[in-house]
Protein backbone atom coordinates (compact mmCIF):
# COMPACT_ATOMS: atom_id res chain seq x y z
CA UNK A 1 0.00 0.00 0.00
CA UNK A 2 1.41 3.47 -1.10
CA UNK A 3 1.11 5.66 2.02
CA UNK A 4 3.46 8.80 1.33
CA UNK A 5 2.45 11.19 -1.57
CA UNK A 6 4.60 12.83 -4.27
CA UNK A 7 2.23 15.10 -5.50
CA UNK A 8 3.26 16.75 -8.77
CA UNK A 9 1.36 18.92 -11.53
CA UNK A 10 0.43 16.85 -14.85
CA UNK A 11 2.18 16.93 -17.96
CA UNK A 12 5.83 18.74 -18.12
CA UNK A 13 6.48 18.48 -14.38
CA UNK A 14 5.29 15.16 -13.31
CA UNK A 15 7.00 13.49 -16.42
CA UNK A 16 10.14 15.33 -15.52
CA UNK A 17 9.84 14.01 -11.24
CA UNK A 18 9.05 10.73 -13.00
CA UNK A 19 12.46 10.56 -15.08
CA UNK A 20 14.01 12.07 -11.61
CA UNK A 21 12.54 8.73 -10.13
CA UNK A 22 12.29 6.05 -12.15
CA UNK A 23 15.64 4.31 -10.92
CA UNK A 24 14.86 5.16 -7.40
CA UNK A 25 13.21 2.29 -4.63
CA UNK A 26 10.39 4.05 -3.50
CA UNK A 27 8.55 1.59 -1.09
CA UNK A 28 5.43 3.20 0.08
CA UNK A 29 5.55 6.41 -2.41
CA UNK A 30 3.16 6.69 -4.70
CA UNK A 31 3.74 9.67 -7.49
CA UNK A 32 0.38 11.55 -8.08
CA UNK A 33 0.10 14.03 -11.09
CA UNK A 34 -2.50 16.88 -10.61
CA UNK A 35 -4.67 18.85 -12.47
CA UNK A 36 -3.59 22.49 -12.88
CA UNK A 37 -4.63 25.44 -9.98
CA UNK A 38 -7.32 25.08 -7.75
CA UNK A 39 -8.61 22.18 -9.96
CA UNK A 40 -5.70 20.16 -8.33
CA UNK A 41 -8.20 19.08 -5.65
CA UNK A 42 -10.53 17.31 -8.08
CA UNK A 43 -7.80 15.38 -9.48
CA UNK A 44 -9.52 11.58 -9.23
CA UNK A 45 -6.28 9.65 -8.67
CA UNK A 46 -5.84 11.96 -5.78
CA UNK A 47 -8.90 11.08 -4.38
CA UNK A 48 -7.97 7.71 -4.68
CA UNK A 49 -4.27 7.92 -3.26
CA UNK A 50 -6.10 9.80 -0.28
CA UNK A 51 -8.22 7.01 0.12
CA UNK A 52 -4.91 5.15 1.35
CA UNK A 53 -4.71 6.73 4.01
CA UNK A 54 -1.17 8.38 3.28
CA UNK A 55 1.10 9.52 5.93
CA UNK A 56 2.91 12.40 4.62
CA UNK A 57 3.02 14.34 1.30
CA UNK A 58 5.19 16.29 -1.00
CA UNK A 59 4.18 18.36 -3.47
CA UNK A 60 7.15 18.55 -6.50
CA UNK A 61 6.78 21.25 -9.26
CA UNK A 62 8.16 24.65 -10.69
CA UNK A 63 6.83 28.10 -9.17
CA UNK A 64 7.43 31.78 -10.68
CA UNK A 65 9.98 33.88 -8.40
CA UNK A 66 8.65 37.52 -7.68
CA UNK A 67 11.75 39.24 -7.27
CA UNK A 68 14.39 41.01 -9.89
CA UNK A 69 17.63 39.01 -7.84
CA UNK A 70 15.64 35.41 -8.23
CA UNK A 71 17.66 33.08 -10.37
CA UNK A 72 16.27 30.22 -12.89
CA UNK A 73 16.91 27.08 -11.66
CA UNK A 74 17.16 27.62 -8.01
CA UNK A 75 15.39 25.29 -5.77
CA UNK A 76 13.27 26.31 -2.51
CA UNK A 77 11.40 25.42 0.13
CA UNK A 78 8.13 26.64 1.22
CA UNK A 79 8.26 27.83 4.60
CA UNK A 80 4.39 29.69 4.14
CA UNK A 81 2.08 29.94 1.70
CA UNK A 82 0.00 32.20 1.78
CA UNK A 83 -3.89 33.54 -0.65
CA UNK A 84 -4.72 36.58 -1.67
CA UNK A 85 -6.60 37.81 1.21
CA UNK A 86 -3.24 37.94 3.03
CA UNK A 87 -4.32 34.59 4.76
CA UNK A 88 -1.01 32.52 6.08
CA UNK A 89 -0.62 28.66 6.61
CA UNK A 90 2.87 27.53 7.99
CA UNK A 91 4.22 24.06 6.24
CA UNK A 92 5.28 21.31 8.98
CA UNK A 93 8.17 22.46 10.77
CA UNK A 94 9.71 18.36 11.02
CA UNK A 95 10.02 18.16 7.66
CA UNK A 96 11.12 21.32 7.42
CA UNK A 97 13.66 20.80 8.64
CA UNK A 98 15.09 18.19 6.99
CA UNK A 99 14.84 19.99 4.06
CA UNK A 100 15.56 24.00 4.74
CA UNK A 101 19.53 23.37 5.42
CA UNK A 102 19.71 21.96 2.14
CA UNK A 103 17.61 24.99 0.00
CA UNK A 104 16.40 28.07 0.75
CA UNK A 105 13.27 28.88 2.88
CA UNK A 106 10.66 31.40 1.13
CA UNK A 107 7.74 32.75 1.82
CA UNK A 108 4.87 31.77 -1.25
CA UNK A 109 1.85 32.96 -2.27
CA UNK A 110 -0.84 31.15 -4.31
CA UNK A 111 -2.77 33.05 -6.85
CA UNK A 112 -6.00 32.24 -8.86
CA UNK A 113 -4.75 32.93 -12.37
CA UNK A 114 -1.24 32.78 -13.59
CA UNK A 115 0.83 36.00 -12.51
CA UNK A 116 2.58 37.18 -16.45
CA UNK A 117 3.59 40.92 -15.78
CA UNK A 118 6.69 41.88 -14.16
CA UNK A 119 5.00 44.59 -12.58
CA UNK A 120 2.71 42.31 -10.81
CA UNK A 121 5.14 40.24 -9.63
CA UNK A 122 6.75 42.87 -7.74
CA UNK A 123 3.43 44.31 -6.75
CA UNK A 124 2.57 40.83 -4.60
CA UNK A 125 6.31 40.95 -3.52
CA UNK A 126 5.74 44.55 -1.83
CA UNK A 127 2.64 44.00 -0.50
CA UNK A 128 2.50 40.49 0.98
CA UNK A 129 7.01 40.22 1.46
CA UNK A 130 6.44 36.90 -0.74
CA UNK A 131 9.21 35.53 -3.03
CA UNK A 132 7.23 33.09 -4.99
CA UNK A 133 4.03 32.53 -6.69
CA UNK A 134 2.43 29.08 -7.61
CA UNK A 135 -1.37 28.22 -8.32
CA UNK A 136 -1.79 25.33 -6.27
CA UNK A 137 -0.38 25.52 -2.96
CA UNK A 138 -2.88 26.96 -0.69
CA UNK A 139 -5.69 24.64 -1.27
CA UNK A 140 -3.44 21.27 -1.23
CA UNK A 141 -2.23 22.64 2.26
CA UNK A 142 -5.59 23.47 3.64
CA UNK A 143 -6.74 20.27 2.64
CA UNK A 144 -3.52 18.30 3.86
CA UNK A 145 -3.64 20.12 6.96
CA UNK A 146 -7.77 19.43 7.46
CA UNK A 147 -7.07 15.66 7.50
CA UNK A 148 -3.78 15.52 9.68
CA UNK A 149 -1.34 14.52 6.85
CA UNK A 150 1.96 16.59 7.42
CA UNK A 151 3.15 18.17 3.99
CA UNK A 152 5.97 19.86 2.21
CA UNK A 153 6.45 21.87 -0.87
CA UNK A 154 9.75 22.02 -2.69
CA UNK A 155 9.91 24.03 -5.79
CA UNK A 156 11.68 25.23 -8.69
CA UNK A 157 12.08 28.71 -9.74
CA UNK A 158 11.18 28.92 -13.73
CA UNK A 159 10.84 32.62 -14.03
CA UNK A 160 12.52 35.67 -12.07
CA UNK A 161 10.56 38.79 -11.18
CA UNK A 162 12.17 41.38 -13.52
CA UNK A 163 10.24 39.78 -16.82
CA UNK A 164 7.46 39.19 -18.33
CA UNK A 165 5.59 36.04 -19.33
CA UNK A 166 2.99 35.52 -22.26
CA UNK A 167 -0.59 36.12 -21.25
CA UNK A 168 -1.77 32.80 -20.42
CA UNK A 169 -4.41 33.70 -18.65
CA UNK A 170 -6.60 31.35 -21.21
CA UNK A 171 -4.50 29.31 -21.44
CA UNK A 172 -5.30 26.99 -19.07
CA UNK A 173 -9.12 24.84 -18.90
CA UNK A 174 -11.22 25.18 -15.88
CA UNK A 175 -9.73 21.65 -15.11
CA UNK A 176 -6.30 22.74 -14.71
CA UNK A 177 -5.58 21.31 -18.52
CA UNK A 178 -3.41 23.23 -20.81
CA UNK A 179 -5.38 24.45 -23.87
CA UNK A 180 -3.21 24.60 -27.16
CA UNK A 181 -4.49 26.87 -29.35
CA UNK A 182 -4.87 29.67 -26.58
CA UNK A 183 -1.32 28.56 -25.69
CA UNK A 184 0.06 29.08 -29.09
CA UNK A 185 -1.53 32.74 -29.45
CA UNK A 186 -0.12 33.49 -26.25
CA UNK A 187 3.25 32.57 -27.42
CA UNK A 188 3.40 34.34 -31.16
CA UNK A 189 1.69 37.22 -29.42
CA UNK A 190 4.69 38.10 -27.02
CA UNK A 191 7.71 35.41 -29.02
CA UNK A 192 10.49 36.99 -26.54
CA UNK A 193 8.69 36.34 -23.32
CA UNK A 194 7.84 33.13 -24.84
CA UNK A 195 11.46 32.32 -25.64
CA UNK A 196 12.21 33.44 -22.06
CA UNK A 197 8.86 31.28 -20.87
CA UNK A 198 10.33 28.17 -22.54
CA UNK A 199 14.38 28.75 -21.60
CA UNK A 200 13.47 29.14 -18.12
CA UNK A 201 10.92 26.30 -17.93
CA UNK A 202 13.49 23.99 -19.62
CA UNK A 203 16.13 24.74 -16.93
CA UNK A 204 14.00 24.64 -14.38
CA UNK A 205 12.81 21.01 -15.61
CA UNK A 206 16.16 19.61 -15.45
CA UNK A 207 16.75 20.77 -12.04
CA UNK A 208 13.71 19.73 -11.29
CA UNK A 209 14.59 16.14 -12.58
CA UNK A 210 17.81 16.12 -10.65
CA UNK A 211 16.82 17.16 -6.94
CA UNK A 212 14.12 14.64 -6.86
CA UNK A 213 15.77 11.97 -5.51
CA UNK A 214 17.33 13.26 -2.97
CA UNK A 215 14.22 15.43 -1.90
CA UNK A 216 12.27 12.05 -1.32
CA UNK A 217 15.56 10.63 0.43
CA UNK A 218 15.48 13.78 2.30
CA UNK A 219 11.89 12.78 3.96
CA UNK A 220 12.22 9.02 3.91
CA UNK A 221 13.09 8.89 7.25
CA UNK A 222 10.64 10.97 8.47
CA UNK A 223 7.87 8.28 6.97
CA UNK A 224 6.18 5.40 9.11
CA UNK A 225 7.12 2.28 7.32
CA UNK A 226 4.13 1.12 5.11
CA UNK A 227 1.75 -1.25 6.99
CA UNK A 228 1.38 -4.87 6.11
Known sequence: MNRQLVLVPQGAEYRAVQRGLRRQRLHGWQVVPLRAGAAAL???VLSAALANGPTVAVVLGVCGGLQSQDQVGEVVVYRTCQDEAGAIDSLDGSLLARLGDRWRLVKAIT????T???REKQSLARQWGVEVVDMEGVPLLRHFQGLGIPVAMVRVISDGGDRDLPDLTHAVDPLGNLRPWPLMV???RNPLAAAYLVQGSLRALAVLEAIAPEVVRC???ATPAPLP
Do not use: E, H, R, Y
Open 116 to 118: CKA
Open 42 to 44: STP
Open 219 to 221: LVD
Open 186 to 188: AML
Open 111 to 114: TQGV
